[in-house]
Structures are given as structure tokens and as C-alpha cells.
């Protein structure tokens, strides 16, 4: 049984994310999204709020689990007995912190080895981020997240509504 881990903030979860996810699901027999509790980044959203978004957004693959975890990933990878990590790579400018952060990962647990699946060109634009910039000015997200997290967006005012 192969199982791994696709860690990350997720605040929120992209069609970017999604189609990492389902491609990972094709991959290996087992796949969790692991929402992490972020202490440095301001998020949007809760961790709950993440968790449930992703969870929606996933529901239709059975192999699929969503979990929130604190602390370190090579304790929560431990824990749930996973060995590998997934990571998606949009561009150049990712793989700079994502080459250190691998290394680290290996540093800490040199049983875990860090897979990256490069994007689909389609999403290779997308990030949390600039979902969240379009939103605060007003823009249309629709076409950039899964309508569960189009949803619960809509729900929060974005500020430019508000003048
Ligand atoms: P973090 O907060 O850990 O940087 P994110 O939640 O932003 O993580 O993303 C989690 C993972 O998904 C990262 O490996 C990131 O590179 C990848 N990812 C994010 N958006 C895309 C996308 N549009 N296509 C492919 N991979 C992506």
C-alpha cells in the first residue's frame, strides 16, 4: 500500500490543489491533504473552514482523506506511517523554497522522500494568494476554486463592496 501526505496551508483550496490532489489519487493508494495550522502566515480561514473546504472539494475520491495537522510534518508523516510527501511545483520562483524545505524534511526524517508533480500549464497561474488579491479588489474567482469555496468566499464581504 502506497500512501502519502500532500501538505499545505490551503487557505483557501485552488483548482490548482484539486487537480494536484486528483492527479496524486491516480498515483498512489492513499492520499491524505494535510491542512496545516500555520502560526507565521495571517490565513483567511480557519483551520476548520480549510479542512471542510478541502474536504468538500474532495469528497468525489475515495482514496482520499483530509486531516488538519500542527508541529512538524515528519511527526504528523510518523504518525499516520506515510513515507512520502507531495508537493506541487508551478514555477521557477517555487522551487527555490520547496528545494529547502525537501532538504529539510530529509534532514529531520531520512525515511521520507518528497515528491513533486509540476502543474498543469492551466493552473500554473494560480496560488491562494492571488485568489485571495482578486477577491479583496472584487474580482471574479469563480473560475479559480471549486464552487464550495466559492461559496463560503462570497460570504465574506470583500472590501470593496463595502464603499
Ligand atoms: P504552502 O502554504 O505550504 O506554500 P499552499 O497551500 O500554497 O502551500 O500549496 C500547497 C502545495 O500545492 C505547494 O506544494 C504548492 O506549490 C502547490 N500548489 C499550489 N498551487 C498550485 C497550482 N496551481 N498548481 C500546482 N501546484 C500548486
Known sequence: ?????????????????????????????????????????????SVEERRMMSSEATVHLPNVK???????LVDFMRRERSRVILRGLRALSDFEYEFQ???????????????FMVTDAKFSYLSSRSVKEVFKFGGAIQEFVPPGVFRRMRERIPPRAME
Open 1 to 45: 500500500m502506497s500512501k502519502a501526505v500532500y501538505p499545505g496551508s490551503f487557505d483557501p483550496f485552488t483548482n490548482g490543489h484539486l487537480d494536484i490532489t486528483e492527479r496524486g489519487a491516480r498515483i498512489f493508494d492513499e492520499l491524505i491533504v494535510a491542512v496545516l495550522v500555520n502560526s507565521e502566515k495571517q490565513a483567511m480561514f
Open 66 to 72: 483530509v486531516m488538519s495537522f500542527d508541529g512538524l
Open 101 to 115: 524545505l525537501a532538504q529539510m524534511n530529509r534532514q529531520l526524517a531520512p525515511e521520507t522522500e518528497t515528491f
